[in-house]
């Protein structure tokens, strides 16, 4: 049977600067028909979908709609083409009410009144069996609202390819449950949907079809029916590469950092980390693998001080006196003072631990300037320091006045990481220290952070690349949700093994599965 | 008394309403313009540059028309390039709008000044001023019956017809913004320009537009004060900080045109309620002269404690956009 794609996309790649964040997809998907767009972080999902949208324009590749090929340049074309995007980070103006929202940038003929379309709205909820009031303001509505207000924004403009992305991310699994069964609706209305996500259970569950993406390339398209949770994780992470980084056995290893049982809330009561418990040695890398936004960064937050606890205790044997002491009664700067480091490489890179606009030795002068006894700053030190970086890591730069914002993103986090090592700590914690790195710069900071374990450093390494997690370090903790759901020794597993412990859930959201 | 304050206030208030309500605009696409001091500024002297030109050509007699449609549209062409050289500094080219907002004042009044003192040079006066009250007598021209009607028509009655405009211009912005849709459109831009962007909106057209727009309706406030209030004599600098008032009263009627019609008579009234309270000495009226500031500090604190979202300043409000910027 030969249906006609509703939207087709043939060799789109797309490139940001020198990083290709799309190269030669090719997708397909026919009306009445729930695709899964699935990846990695940073396999250029979303980059992707913006392309289709009209947020972003494609470098090369052409985009077929009902057979004929298109040019989307702006969000309007897409429209025009009944394409409806809903944006992980909702795209609402939150003083507006759900029916302002979703009349907004439409040229309907008649006359503007807010009531009729408030009216419309209710019409296509009813349709669809959702549960809005087109009155109420956007700030007093929770997640899960939010997200149906963009879906009715779509479909009120009569969309009928729905792109969403990442739709289950913020949802509970009930919510989760509700939003399928619409899904499943409108697919059975005739629409054509696209679903970006990275939970293997909920593209079993819901899709048709799923493509795979890995680092910007397009793996392969499969029927839903025909595979299964290993073959997706296989054509998600790739085959095993060989990096060979050198790998040293831990010396003496003893427990250098207790997590006891922690558990961490945001202020609005959701659980960021749920009772973690795990140990770091010192002389040891242990890893800690995830998807983004699992609870990587509260937990290392949790451990600088910088993230408040709800319960559970950190214990930390200080190997100069032997005393334990218990981080949570600590201020950050006494955590700091005991020789825990953290660095941590946010996706803007200098969003933490940097200051842009200030040259390298002013920078390292932000962890020394306390201990200054007189009025005057000493810039001496800093200033051999911030030298001894740039030679020693070999950083790019016209010298050490400049302004770290100009620097490339490598040499900036070499930075970062230098200056962190540089003061001779005792636990080191490391997120996403070669994010954005080439293979040259990030071995170096591999070397940095082996270097760190034989000097018997417990080093704490937060990556998302799983080929090197598995390569560099000695244990890997995998959390999920905010919870460990396992730690295994790298020497003997696979990549699989961690793609699954990452992607695991609870039998809870499968319930919604196949009808 | 009380007549002529009232009367007195809305004189007053008239300037800062056309300038409250062009800055309105203009933030609510997202839009800080601080350089709406030098607008107004601008916005005067183009008037009175065209005034001054018309009068001297024409000699004597004076077409009534012309007298008015020459200044009027010198002072929005004016002040429209001023919008236009702000949007193209901020938008276009994505310049920090404090900035260039402040560069824009300083440069208003520095333009002001130099053809002020051009013109008075032109003259040969010995006063360093311009005097235009031929023109300024059109301008000025009220109801011929607002005499007749006792107080109702001074009240009411007896302005010229730009203080009218004022009004039903802040009227008009009211209306546009709450229930049109091309408002609802503006509002989006300078809440979430992202959103407005995905929606499908010219994000860029619409700064654009309401930003002129808003220059045009706050450069008449600078046409209004020479040609109305200052009975159409020009001197530097007389203008005083009525700019910055125009600014303070943006966020006293909490980014609301038709609420900015009350606060700029009550302004107004702030600032000259000191020739009005008998026995005051120079430094106690310099006091009195703080009450308008002393009123936005108090309306900012109000604000910021109840947390209503709708009476916040526009989200985005300072803060250029860029569709790609990851």
């Known amino acids: ?515 | 008394m009380i007549v002529a304050f009232i009367q007195r206030a809305v004189m007053q208030g008239i300037p800062l309403l056309f300038g409250s309500t062009g800055e309105i605009l203009t933030e609510k696409s997202g839009n800080l313009n601080l350089g709406i001091p030098g607008i107004m500024y601008v916005g005067g002297i183009s008037g009175v540059i065209g005034a001054f030109l018309y009068e001297r050509s024409a000699g004597g007699n004076l077409n009534p028309f012309l007298a008015i449609f020459i200044p009027l549209i010198c002072s929005i062409l004016g002040s429209a390039l001023m919008g236009l050289i702000y949007c193209f500094l901020t938008v276009t080219l994505r310049a920090n709008q404090n900035v260039t907002g402040l560069a824009l004042t300083t440069f208003g009044v520095g333009i002001g000044n130099f053809f002020g003192g051009s013109l008075i040079k032109i003259t040969g006066s010995d006063l360093p001023s311009i005097n235009l009250t031929k023109t300024s007598n059109y301008f000025k021209a009220s109801l011929p019956f607002a005499d007749d009607l006792g107080w109702f028509g001074k009240v009411f009655l007896s302005y010229s017809f730009l203080a009218y405009v004022a009004i039903i211009v802040a009227v008009i912005a009211s209306y546009f913004l709450k229930r049109t849709k091309k408002g609802l459109n503006l509002r989006s831009v300078g809440e979430s320009p992202a959103t407005a962007d995905a929606a499908g909106i010219n994000v860029n057209r619409y700064k654009y537009v309401s930003t002129c727009v808003g220059s045009v309706i706050a450069g008449l406030g600078g046409l209004y004060y020479v040609m109305d209030y200052a009975c159409g004599v020009w001197s530097n600098d007389g203008f005083g900080d009525r700019g910055w008032l125009a600014v303070a009263l943006v966020i006293f009627s909490i980014w609301k045109p038709n609420l900015s019609i009350l606060g700029s008579i009550l302004f107004g009234g702030l600032l000259i309620v000191h020739n009005y309270i008998p026995g005051l000495g120079v430094s106690t009226q310099e006091i009195f002269q703080m009450l308008p500031y002393v009123v936005t500090i108090i309306v900012l604190v109000f604000t910021s404690m109840r947390k209503k979202r709708e009476n916040q300043p526009p989200a985005s409000l300072g803060l250029s956009y860029f569709r790609e910027e990851r």
């Open chain 1, 1 to 515: 049977m030969e249906t006609k794609a509703a939207i087709e996309l043939k060799n789109i790649t797309k490139t940001f600067g020198s990083i290709v964040a799309n190269k030669d997809v090719c997708l397909k998907v026919n009306r009445g028909e729930i695709l899964s767009i699935l990846g990695e972080n940073g396999s250029g999902k979303t980059t992707l979908m913006n392309m289709i949208s009209g947020i972003y324009f494609p470098d090369h590749g052409q985009i077929f709609i009902d057979g004929k090929e298109v040019v989307i340049r702006s969000p309007k074309d897409a429209f025009n083409y009944r394409i409806g995007m809903i944006h992980q980070h909702f795209k609402l103006v939150d003083v507006f009410s759900a029916a302002e929202n979703i009349v907004l940038g439409l040229e309907e003929e008649q006359k503007f009144d807010i009531n009729k379309s408030a009216e419309k709205v209710r019409q296509i909820s009813e349709q669809y069996g959702f549960d809005i009031n087109p009155n109420k303001k956007i700030y007093d509505m929770s997640v899960s609202e939010k997200q149906t207000v963009e879906i009715v924004k779509v479909l009120y403009r009569g969309a009928d390819i729905l792109i969403l992305d990442e739709p289950t991310a913020v949802l509970t699994p009930q919510e989760t449950k509700k939003l399928f069964k619409v899904l499943r609706k409108m697919r059975d209305n005739g629409k054509s949907i696209i679903i970006i996500t990275h939970k293997l259970h909920e593209v079993l569950a819901l899709s048709d079809k799923v493509a795979v993406l890995r680092k910007g390339e397009y793996i392969g398209t499969v029927e839903t029916k025909n595979t299964n949770e290993k073959e997706l994780t296989e054509m998600m992470v790739g085959k095993k590469i060989s990096l060979d980084i050198e790998r040293g056995e831990p010396k003496n290893p003893t427990d250098r950092l207790e997590v006891k049982n922690i558990n961490c809330v945001n202020f609005e009561g959701v659980k960021l980390l749920d009772n973690v418990s795990f140990t770091a040695k010192s002389g040891e890398i242990l890893g800690i693998a995830g998807i983004a936004g699992s609870g990587q960064r509260e937990l290392l937050e949790s451990i600088a001080g910088l993230q408040k606890l709800k319960e559970g205790e950190i214990l930390y044997n200080n190997p100069k006196t032997g005393e334990v002491d218990n981080l949570r009664d600590k201020t950050p700067i006494q955590i700091r003072d005991l020789g825990v480091r953290l660095s941590f490489v946010p996706e803007d890179r200098l969003g933490m631990g940097l200051v842009g606009n200030m040259d390298i030795i002013d920078n390292m002068m932000l962890r020394s300037y306390r201990k200054g006894k007189s009025l005057f700053l000493n810039r001496k030190k800093p200033k051999g320091l911030a030298e001894k970086i740039i030679e020693d890591l070999e950083v790019v730069t016209p010298n050490a006045k400049t302004p770290v914002r100009r620097l490339s993103g490598g040499n900036v986090q070499k930075i970062l990481v230098g200056r962190e090592i540089a003061s001779s700590p005792s636990v080191l914690m490391a997120a996403y220290p070669v994010r954005g790195l080439d293979i040259n710069s990030s071995y170096m900071i591999y070397n940095l952070l082996n270097k760190q374990k034989e000097n018997g450093v417990a080093v704490i390494f937060v990556g998302e690349d799983l080929d090197v997690l598995v390569e560099l370090c000695d244990r890997i903790m995998v959390i999920n949700s905010g919870r460990i759901t396992g730690i295994v020794d790298a020497r003997n597993t696979t990549k699989e093994e961690i793609g699954l412990l990452m992607t695991k859930t609870d039998s809870l959201e499968n319930q919604g599965g196949e009808e």
